[in-house]
């Protein structure tokens, strides 16, 4: 346990825990603005509201580059599907709009953006193209790792920092062997040579892998280690090599490049995280992941819903009014999809107020909560491009035409697959019991 006299991060707006406490490693401090004592003065409405209006258009500004992605994103979508290729058009606009670095912290020249403001990003870019926003949130999951585990570290800030300037990409590798849907059991180990380290595995899934700058991977700690004594490592992509040993040919999110490959990989003692993966895990990776991989099935799932809309609005105007026959699924689509909309923002706001809090991260309704979330995000997303797809009826079926809603449909059903829900309701079942049933409806 590492005594650090700051305190730790509280509620986004503002509801932070008052004065200094000891903080576990690899929480995050909080900055000097954020720290509000007894012996400061208090804002004034004037400063409140400039502030308020700094957010605003800061947020503005978000909104308006993720759109320029999203808009180069539309525009080869359908050849990333086609072709089962990376979307080099996406990225290179990201890259322009800078914002592959958004969550790097300012004192790193990043901007500090919340785990919220990516997950914004996220379904504005899904709306356009699965895979885009896909292979956006697994990298902005491996920077808020590195933003919120590691950022004291010299190796890891110097690569934050790298990244914000350069815009670089992260993948992960978390899969591995015949077992790889098991995030919480490495068979490969980190092998020790003085202050130089190696590590080879079979990763059976490494999305995007030959087209990142860095991969952020699990390992065993050492070869006597047991298999869930685990760490992560970040090597640069001069660092290490791919042998490609699966390729990647599926019905949805193509573009990801999900492939397998042999990775062989080569640095420094100092790019193992400083913090064991199990508390990572918890704290940062499954909860981000779950929160921007909702937020992109979000994205996907509401366009298959505005293109079942401008089918039937189109439909009734050349019908003198008529509604076609599918109509009614559109209510359905619209409303089911603002159900999941609603679950995945409270579900942020619940994760910004935990913070770095290691006793509401690990308590198991946050973890229940998170990891279902995950469940019925993917569910209901491809409850709603179903839906879609019979309010088109056969516009929406074809492969072709303006009011196709198959590109949506085979992405969203990546959702319960490529990280199976199964195992997620297995895991969570043996705590499930513990959970009380609420004595009221609302909470207090």
Known sequence: MIVNQEATIGDRN?????????????????????????????????????GEERKLARKADLVSRADAVAAAALQSAEAVDAQARFPHESFQAA??????????????????????????????????????????????????????????????????????????????????????????????????????????????????????????????????????DQVLVAFLKEQYRLEPIASWDTLGMRGTCSAGFKFEGNGEADQVLP??????????????????????????????????????????????????PGAAHLTRATMSL??????????????????????RLEAIEFQNTMNLLKVTASETAIAVALSAMQACGLSGYRNDGEFSVSRNLRDALSSSIMINNDRILASAASTSSLIEVPHLLRSV
């Not at 379904?123 to 895979?131: E, K, P, V, W």
């Not at 990572?280 to 937020?295: D, E, G, K, N």
């Not at 050349?318 to 076609?324: D, F, M, S, Y």
């Not at 603002?338 to 290691?358: H, I, N, P, Q, T």
């Open 14 to 50: 503002g509801q932070a825990d008052s004065g200094i406490k000891s903080r576990p490693e690899g929480s995050i401090p909080l900055t000097t603005n954020q720290l509000v004592g007894d012996h400061q003065p208090r804002p004034t409405s004037t400063e409140l509201a400039e």
């Open 275 to 324: 913090v064991p993966y199990q508390t990572i895990h918890s704290h940062t990776m499954m909860p981000v992941a779950h929160l921007t991989w909702s937020a992109v099935w979000t994205g996907v799932a509401a366009a298959a819903v505005e293109r079942a809309r401008r089918f039937v609005r189109t439909t009734a105007r050349r019908n003198a009014g008529q509604l076609p």
């Open 338 to 359: 603002r159900g999941l909309r609603d679950a995945v923002e409270l579900a942020l706001v619940r994760f910004e107020k935990a913070g770095s809090c290691a006793d």
């Open 95 to 228: 890259r322009n709009q800078q914002l592959l670095g958004i969550m790097v912290p300012t004192e790193l020249g990043g901007e500090g953006a919340s785990v919220s403001d990516v997950a914004d990003v996220c379904y504005i870019l899904g709306r356009s193209c699965g895979s885009t926003a896909m292979i956006f949130a697994m990298h902005q999951i491996m920077v808020a790792i590195l933003v919120r585990h590691a950022r004291n570290s010299a190796w890891h800030s110097s690569l934050l920092r790298r990244l914000g300037a350069e815009q670089l990409l992260l993948a992960s590798s978390t899969t591995e062997g015949q077992g790889g849907g098991d995030l919480r059991s490495s068979g490969s180990a980190v092998e020790r040579q003085g202050s130089r380290i190696a590590f080879t595995k079979s990763a059976t899934v490494l999305s995007y892998g030959l087209h990142a700058d860095a991969v952020v991977t699990t390992a065993r700690r050492a070869a006597d280690a047991a298999p869930s």
